[in-house]
């Protein structure tokens, strides 16, 4: 198993660009999540789903958006990129409650 | 909503020295706690967690964690730390729904 792989690894966007962040599991987990990490913050949780077709907002939702039309994929949306946008992104999924499993990350950078 | 607070952003200390780690957690029911550590340029790995049973749990590395329901507390700790341990670590718990609640960090640089 790959388990959970994220695309790009990095990424530099003027302002105002719009991106889609990937995010593929292969542990045929129902749940899937997005964080974003910035220094000395911890993780906040974007958005999550709970399968296929249903998302949630988490603690810091404005300014992106996500999908899931299916059970591997959950890509992550920025529409209108913000300097405020600038951090690493992780991405996560797991089998109902048990443990989240993360993806290694992709640094976004908006200048 | 469930908040978690970890003390002390950085550590430092040297080699074979002990290592405790504190977490404090809001929320007074079922709770599951988990400490993941975090490499430099890697992604989050899982330590240890506990849902349930025996409050002292072991994981990976040598790591151990204790659960004090009665503190709210989910303190890591390591007795003899290695160079290779430099790292963040975070702790986090769940309770109700799947979302997990993050402390801000430890970020522990171990001196050979």
């Known amino acids: 198993n790959a388990g959970v792989t994220q695309t790009p690894k990095f990424r530099i966007l003027k302002i105002g660009q719009s991106m889609t962040l990937q995010c593929t599991q292969d542990?045929?987990?129902?749940?899937m999540y997005w964080y974003r990490q910035d220094p000395g913050m911890g993780l906040k949780l974007i958005y999550y789903s709970v399968g296929a077709g249903i998302t949630d907002k988490g603690e810091v939702p404005n300014g992106y958006n996500v999908s899931r039309s299916t059970t591997e994929d959950f890509p992550l949306r920025l529409e209108l990129a913000a300097p405020s946008q600038t951090s690493v992104y992780f991405c996560a999924s797991s089998l109902g409650a048990d443990t989240q499993y993360f993806g290694p990350g992709t640094r976004l950078t908006v200048l | 909503a469930q908040s978690v607070s970890q003390h002390n952003h950085h550590v430092i200390l040297s080699e074979a020295a002990s290592l405790e780690l504190g977490c404090n957690y809001s929320?007074?029911?079922?709770?599951?706690l988990f400490w993941y550590v975090q490499y430099p340029g890697q992604h989050l790995q899982l330590l240890l967690k506990?849902?349930?049973?025996?409050?002292l749990v072991k994981g990976i590395k040598g790591f151990e964690a204790e659960f004090i329901k009665s503190k709210f507390s989910f303190n890591l700790r390591k007795p003899s730390v290695q160079w290779s341990d430099t790292a963040e670590y975070f702790c986090a718990a769940k309770h109700g729904n799947n979302r997990l609640a993050f402390g801000k960090g430890n970020q522990v640089v171990v001196i050979p």
């Open positions: 506990y849902f349930s049973g025996d409050p």
């Open positions: 929320y007074g029911g079922t709770v599951n």
């Open positions: 542990m045929n987990h129902n749940y």
